[in-house]
């Protein structure tokens, strides 16, 4: 597979496909016969189901992409890879999802054609829509997190399910917010038409009350009755201060050193994130499984 390819799927963006293991770790599921299994499956077919969608972006966007200071390099806008090649591709991922959902439970199926046509619908129409495109986003993650309870067949916190959706909705309000600098800063025009209606102030606004909203439902949700009994423990409130200093680190990278248009190379490439997320996983693991 060329470098090219691997662009035009967006292999690093499959980091954002691991929300399909929330509710594997969540459910105290994680050593529970094939769930783990099951659960890796479901992640890949997330991950080809993204691809699909990143390459019919392209494919509709490659006009405003060559207009855009960055993303005129991508494999298509640049011309490194042909239409006909990204079609073939298209067809290939198309097959691939087909032939493997079958194998699946219904609901977990009902749910990724569900993410797809989401995703195509954003494509083609939603993204042009204020407000309505980051809430689009957010949807794509919550359901992520529902196709990983469904797969192993287990319920999900309705608060890790908010917690989910104002994650997203922060990420994707937060990406406008560096979208609006570039503009700014380059004086290129508007490259995407729903950036005309958004300012800077109002992204800011959004993007405090998306974060306020991750912190106090995933408070809530470490101290809810339901949580207590399943983990017969109250020390999950503990892992409260990681998801508060990576909120709190994340607006740091974006305000002050301009680093918000890429989400995934953020979370990949700066250390205290990566040392945060790291810390979070380990200590959340130990107090579910071994009630430390």
């Known amino acids: 597979m060329s470098i090219e390819i691997i662009k035009l799927i ?87 999802i087909a032939a493997t959902l079958p194998f699946f439970d219904l609901k977990f199926a009902v749910t990724v054609l569900l993410f797809i046509s989401l995703n195509v619908l954003y494509s083609f129409f939603l993204k042009h ?14 359901l992520r997190v529902l196709a990983g309870a469904f797969i192993i067949n287990v ?17 994707g309000v937060m990406k406008r917010h560096s979208e609006l600098n570039l503009v700014t800063e380059n004086s290129s025009g508007v490259t995407r038409k729903v950036l005309s209606q958004y300012s800077i102030n109002f992204a800011d606004q959004i993007s405090t009350i998306a974060a306020a909203g991750v912190i106090i439902c995933y408070a809530l949700y470490t101290v809810a009755d339901r949580t207590i009994l399943i983990f017969e423990t109250e020390h999950l409130i503990y ?54």
């Not at 999900?156 to 909705?169: E, H, P």
């Open 239 to 292: 892992t409260t201060p990681f998801v508060v200093f990576g909120i709190f680190r994340y607006m740091y990278l974006v305000y002050l050193k301009d680093e918000g248009e890429n989400t995934t190379k953020i979370m990949l490439s700066d250390l205290p994130m990566i040392i945060t997320v790291l810390l979070y996983i380990i200590i959340t693991f130990n107090i579910i499984y071994f009630k430390l």
């Open 129 to 142: 829509l204020v407000i309505l495109d980051i809430f689009s986003i957010a949807a794509g993650f919550s």
């Open 10 to 96: 967006r292999l690093p963006q499959w980091i954002k496909n691991l929300f399909v293991f929330v509710p594997i770790l969540f459910s105290k599921h994680l050593f529970v016969n094939y769930d783990f299994l099951y659960t890796l499956y479901g992640f890949f077919i997330l991950c080809f189901s993204s691809s699909l969608i990143y390459v019919i972006n392209d494919l509709i966007d490659i006009e405003a992409d060559r207009a855009h200071p960055f993303k005129k390099n991508r494999p298509l806008a640049s011309g490194k890879v042909s239409k006909s090649t990204a079609f073939i591709l298209v067809a290939i991922l198309v097959i691939t």
């Open 155 to 171: 319920e999900i916190s309705s608060w890790l399910i908010l917690t989910t959706m104002f994650i997203s909705l922060f990420l």
